[in-house]
């Protein structure tokens, strides 16, 4: 079974652009969450999205933004880029998106912002 | 809102020590505690899941406890070696695949 996908792996881009983020969930997995992780904050939660809602949303500006498509692939939005937004961009799937699921994480995007 | 604490922030240890990695959480409203390997520049590797219900959880030299009234766990990890070297993060899922993430334990273990 082929694990988490995100493309691209690696995004320079320079303030002020934005950048759209994509996450290929395990096959059968209908949640899939994302995640910023920087140096100074660590690994923080953006949203959560099932079934193609989001479910959950952490606290982020709206800049942030995502969805979710029928075939439970995901992508991520941000727009006007800081500086700041420099970070590994991590996604997670699990199913039935429950709190006894484990949920499996792909290797990133590492987003670089000039 | 909930915030997880992971002591120390770094470990090294000679190979074959065992050793224990620290976790606290100031909710205990938890649905369930994780903890997870990342090695440099790559994604998470899930370790180990507790329920909330469960006070502890093993994988091969691996246990994981936990004490919810308390607001802790730790992970056990015995006779370590070099191929554990990475970063230990525990993480408490409070909402709907929510997860709080540590700060994480670097650990390198010493041939």
């Known amino acids: 079974k082929a694990g988490v996908t995100q493309t691209p792996r690696y995004l320079i881009k320079t303030r002020g652009q934005q950048v759209t983020l994509s996450c290929s969930p395990i096959s059968g997995h209908r949640s899939v969450s994302w995640y910023q992780q920087t140096p100074g904050q660590g690994l923080q939660f953006l949203f959560e999205y099932f079934s193609e809602t989001q479910r959950n949303k952490g606290n982020f500006p709206g800049r942030f933004s995502g969805r979710q498509f029928s075939n439970s692939r995901s992508e991520m939005n941000v727009s006007t880029l800081e500086l700041g937004d420099s970070a590994l961009y991590l996604c997670a799937s699990s199913w039935p998106g429950s709190s006894t699921d484990t949920q499996y994480f792909g290797p990133g995007t590492r987003l670089t912002v000039l | 809102k909930q915030e997880v604490t992971q002591i120390p922030a770094a470990l090294s240890v000679p190979e074959g020590e065992n050793l224990v990695l620290n976790c606290s959480f100031t909710?205990?409203?938890?649905?369930?505690l994780q903890w997870f390997r990342q090695d440099p520049g790559k994604g998470l590797t899930s370790l180990l899941l507790i329920q909330s219900s469960q006070r502890e959880q093993t994988s091969g030299r691996l246990n994981a406890s936990l004490d919810k009234s308390s607001g802790r766990s730790t992970l056990y990890i015995a006779a370590s070696q070099p191929g554990d070297s990475a970063t230990y993060l525990c993480?408490?899922?409070?909402?709907?695949?929510?997860?709080?993430f540590g700060t994480g334990t670097r650990l390198t273990v010493i041939p």
């Open positions: 993480a408490v899922q409070t909402g709907a695949n929510n997860l709080f």
């Open positions: 909710d205990s409203a938890i649905y369930n």
